[in-house]
């Protein structure tokens, strides 16, 4: 396949994340919508890795971190998510207060 198709799905993914980034009040959708975010620039960077040089493996050293990063941010998303609903009893973020002054 052409890079090109990598790419409009990548950018696709992205967008949508960015959009349900923007407009969700929901906690878990938000953490969702980062997690679609990352796997758009793992996409992106396994077709680079793939199209430039498909014999280097440096594409693919990268994505392994992201996904890494990713699970550890939603265990830490979800896990702060959890505690502020045992204290709050919602998910909506227009509630999430607890650090103002």
Not at 25 to 43: G, T
Request: aromatic letters at 10%.
């Amino acid at each position: 396949m052409q890079l090109q198709y990598f790419l409009i799905l990548a950018a696709a993914l992205f967008c949508i994340g960015i959009f349900g980034l923007i407009t969700s009040r929901n906690a878990v959708r938000v953490l969702m919508s980062i997690e679609l975010m990352l796997n758009a620039v793992n996409l992106n960077l396994m077709a680079f890795s793939n199209y430039l040089d498909a014999q280097d493996v440096k594409g693919q050293v990268f994505t392994t971190f992201v996904i890494a990063i990713a699970a550890a941010e939603a265990a830490v998303g979800l896990a702060i998510v959890l505690a502020i609903y045992r204290n709050r009893d919602t998910v909506d973020m227009e509630q999430f207060n607890l650090l103002k002054w």
